[in-house]
Every structure is written in C-alpha cells, then in structure tokens.
C-alpha cells in the first residue's frame, strides 16, 4: 500500500479547484445576485427544540395499529396537561391552515374555527384509554402529497402540544378530516362520504405494550455514531456484520405520497436485496446484539421515519 | 433583523470562495455546483440561529454543503431561478478539468468507484485541507472515528488503485510541483 501521504497527493491531484484556492469570489455579480436574493426573504424563526424521539416512534406505532398509515396519530409524549387551554387556527393567502392545538377538551370549538376557514373537518375529544368506534367513514387512501404535515411540536413549547398545516386546496369534494384528540392520543384520518358519530369505546390495552425494540443509532445505545439512514442495505450490512450483530429486516409499508409515518410490515431474518433502502436501525430491548433495519424495497423523496432529514430531528 | 443580516452577509464574504470551491470539486457540472452553493446558503440563511460564528461557520457550511449535495443527488433540490446567474461564473472553474489528463482520468475513475462516505473523507483532508478535529465536526462524527474511517478510506483507496492497475511513472508527473500544499 502506498504511504498516507502518497494517498493524499494523488487525492488532491483531483480537485477540480486547487486545494487552498477559492472557487469563486463574492465580489462577482452572481454571487452578489445570489445574496441579495437570499436575504431578501426572512430568515428562518430559531430552531424548535429536538422531537422526542420517543414521542415520535410511538405515534409511528399507534398509526399502524389504528389506521394502517392513512392517518396520523400523536403519542401522549407529545402532549401533556396543565396548560392554559388555547388552539390557535390560521390561514394564510394560499388557502394553507396552521393548526396549533394546546387543549384537547374543546372539540367543538375547534371544529367551528376550521369549519370557518374552510377546513372540513370533524373534531371529537376523546377520554385516556378511550377511541372511537371504527369504522366511521371510508378512509381515503389516495392522500394527495402535502395535503397535511406530520404534526410537530410548537417551536419554544415542547410537549406543550402540537402544530401542523393542511392545504385546503387539495381537499376533494366530500372528503373530511376526521380528528380525534386527547391527551393521550391524536388521530388525524382523511375520509370521504359521510362520517359517522365518534361512539366512545375502550380501547384495546395491547397498544400500550412496552416495545420490543428501540433506536439504535443514537448515544449509549449499541450503534451509537454510526449512520445508515438512506443508506442502502448493501451499504450498511457489512459493517454490522463485521460487528458480530445479528440482522433483521422490518419491511416498511409507505402510504401514498409518503406523508410521514409508516405501518409496519413483516419482520424477516432472511436477506433482502441489497438495494433495499436503510431508514433506520433499532436494536432489541431484550436480546443484546439482535439489530432491525427499517427498509423500504425503493427510495422514497424522504426519509419516512423522520417525515424528513433525521437530521432535522435528532441532533446530538 | 438587521444584525441577522450583517451576520450573514459578513459569513457569507468569507465563506463564498470556499463553498463555491468545495461545489466545485464535487459536482460534475457547474449547473450542479451553482444549484448546490445557492441551497447551502439559502439553507444557512433560513438556519441562521443554528449557524456558528468565526472558523466553526465554515466548517457548518461544509457540513451543510454536504447533505445539500446528497439531497441533489437524489433528485431533490429542483433548478432555483437564483443559481442560474451563478453558472457561467462556476463554468469558469470547470475549464481545465484535471482529469482531462490521461493518467488521472483512471485515478478519477478508481476515486469515483469508492464509497460517498469514503471520498468525502479523503477529500476533506486533500482539498479542503481539514484536520481531524474539524473533519469530525463537518461530519458530526467523533475524531477518534474520523481516524479510523479515514485510516480505512485510505487504505481502500491504495487497495482500489492497485486493482485497477494504476501504474506512476513518477510522482512528479503526476502531482506538479505547484499543486504541493
């Protein structure tokens, strides 16, 4: 093998650039075009404190058992009591809806002011350890991309509540928002036709069930530092492999459009293919060296874990 | 507001010629480049509370810079209009194209043939002349891992040359003297 430093000349006889030169100068005028146009818009509000990730892989969970990935459902991490009741329901000139939801009692309320701004929605407050009894309209399936977004925490109020958008522009007729929210849970269910009333019933205790796998990727867990998200599974299996770990693949099940959130498919121990897509990896609560990859048979636009970057979630 | 501004413009004066020339070294068409430097900074911009100050901004650029590429390669950051004065600018860089000579266009080929994860690595150090440390902040990885992956990347990359046969009559045909940071 050639020597570190042989390695790194013929690296830097590549550059296309010069190593140490500036590509261009900001005295150019495309450069100076290119930063004027950019601050001419508003710089982004400060960043919102990190998701728990917890919070979000619940309501991952609870949106496979309930409603198959055609709905949203928001884990009791994200919410929590004690603060002052309030929603607040905006529109801006585009027809999109900015929802922030802090108080789960007022239902009717909150129906009254999406139903104002053209939001079709139906509301219902529903009880811990309540649902309501399905099915209550036909679910829609074809969800058009960017009709809603995956419901965030509000920026500054962390577990305080949650926020999202809806563009009301790509409501077909007869289709409604279906909404149940709760302290411990939120569902959000596109439908079509007409709905019927939300009938309270238990709900099964085998969701709350502690899960068998967590995250694996992140500080003190088994693969902390390492990345495979959008990577492929002939990228990352090698590496843990090399490692000794005993693989498993979860295949995801995206919903059209791939909204965010994904049901959970078979788990399988035999291999798939190796241009499968890597979203995350989990590791076993109870078998040490056991790791679940979540993988997809293609790439989507985003990563469906995350509804996004993981980056814009998880930062450590 | 305005102080974000400033702040702005002044990281942007001093970052400019770096990002244009890390785009640069990365993208196979100035189109590409000119896309990946406008998004790098607009991301920084609408990021501007995340964005560092002094010698740590440019190392969130790089980083930023990174996935921004990623992104482009995946199909998902669509033409701006505002990258589009910006072309003929970053054309210029791409006039006398390294690989236009014969020996490097096989080294070009062995270096395309590893990993992102690995080139990335190995380019942080020769083209943008980065330590260990800085590399592990760009990357959001630790320094004793950046050692050991880039230990690696070199190796796989010896190992590559040597496969494809890549012979050097010498050194010094390769590698002219002015090119020696």
């Not at chain 2, 911009?45 to 901004?57: K, M, S, T, V, Y």
Request: glycine share 8%.
């Amino acid at each position: 093998m050639k020597n570190t430093d042989d390695i790194d000349t013929i690296t830097r006889s590549l550059a296309r650039v010069e190593p140490g030169r500036p590509g261009g100068q900001a005295s150019d005028a495309g450069a100076r075009t290119l930063l004027a146009s950019i601050t001419a818009t508003e710089p982004g509000p400060p960043a919102a404190p990190p998701r728990p990730y917890r919070a979000r892989r619940l309501f991952l969970g609870l949106a496979v058992a309930a409603t198959l990935a055609v709905g949203i459902v928001v884990g009791q991490g994200l919410l929590r009591t004690g603060v002052p009741p309030s929603y607040a329901v905006t529109k801006d000139s585009d027809g999109v809806v900015y929802v922030k939801l802090r108080d789960f009692r007022d239902a009717a309320g909150l129906t009254r002011q999406l139903q104002e701004l053209n939001v079709p929605a139906v509301v219902d407050y529903v009880p811990p350890g309540k649902m309501c009894r399905e099915p209550r309209g036909t679910h829609v399936e074809d969800i058009p991309p960017g009709l809603y977004s995956v419901p965030e925490n509000i920026p500054g109020e962390e577990g305080r509540g949650w926020q999202m958008r809806i563009d009301t522009r790509l409501f077909k007729p007869g289709q409604t928002f279906v909404w149940t929210i709760g302290e411990q849970t939120t569902t959000t269910i596109l439908m079509t036709g007409p709905i019927g009333p939300c009938v309270l019933e238990d709900r099964p205790v085998q969701k709350e069930v502690k899960p068998d796998y967590r995250l694996a990727t992140v500080k003190g867990r088994s693969l902390a530092g390492l990345r495979v998200d959008e990577k492929t599974v002939g990228e990352v299996l090698p590496e843990l492999r090399k490692r000794g770990l005993k693989v498993t693949f979860l295949i995801m099940e995206i919903a059209p459009g791939n909204p965010g959130g994904f049901g959970e498919g078979p788990t399988r121990t035999t291999p798939v293919g190796d241009d499968w897509v890597v979203w995350e990896a989990e590791e076993s609560i109870r078998e040490r060296g056991v790791i679940r990859l979540l993988v997809t048979d293609k790439r989507y636009d985003r990563n469906p874990v995350y509804g996004g970057p993981r980056d814009n979630v998880i930062k450590e | 507001m305005d102080e974000e501004r400033a702040r702005f413009e002044s990281v942007y004066q001093e970052t400019y010629g770096l990002i244009t020339a890390y785009a640069a070294r990365r993208c196979d068409s100035p189109q590409d480049a000119a896309d990946v430097v406008a998004e790098t900074f607009a991301v920084a911009w609408r990021r501007i509370h995340d964005l560092p100050d002094g010698e740590e901004a440019t190392l969130w650029l790089y980083g930023t810079a990174r996935k921004v590429l990623a992104n482009h390669y995946r199909g998902e950051v669509r033409r701006q209009a505002r990258s589009v004065e910006l072309d003929t600018e970053m054309a210029d860089l791409y006039g006398a194209s390294p690989d236009s000579r014969v020996e490097l266009s096989a080294i070009t080929h062995v270096f395309r043939s590893l990993s992102d994860d690995d080139r990335e690595l190995l380019a942080l150090v020769a083209w943008e002349g980065l330590d260990r440390q800085e590399i592990a902040t760009v990357l959001g990885l630790s320094r004793n891992a950046v050692r050991i992956r880039l230990h690696r990347a070199r190796r796989r990359f010896a190992r590559a040359l040597a496969e494809a046969d890549v012979r050097f009559t010498s050194e010094s045909r390769l590698i002219p003297a002015e090119r020696q940071l």
